[in-house]
């Protein structure tokens, strides 16, 4: 029963892949939101691996912009 719930979990996760590509595409837009920093600070914690690693990558893209943004600098902290 818990493999069960293991594979619905990563499938679940996986399913969400076109909706972190649409956040990764506008990375730098929505960390500089006040919700939208939000919204990524808790994929950085949540996302399973290759989806994680991707969304770093983008944070690491836009890092200079978001560091000395109001909301962005709060993305940049979560991610180290």
Do not use: A, T, W
């Not at 649409?22 to 994929?43: A, T």
């Amino acid at each position: 029963e818990e493999e069960n719930c293991e594979e619905m979990v990563s499938f679940f996760l996986e399913s969400l892949d076109p909706i972190i590509n649409e956040v990764i595409h506008d990375m730098e837009g929505l960390s500089r939101h006040p919700y939208g920093c939000r919204v990524v600070q808790r994929m950085v914690e949540h996302c399973i691996e290759p989806q994680k690693s991707s969304i770093l990558d983008s944070i690491i893209i836009h890092h200079n912009s978001l560091v000395d943004d109001q909301y962005g600098n709060y993305v940049v902290q979560r991610s180290l």
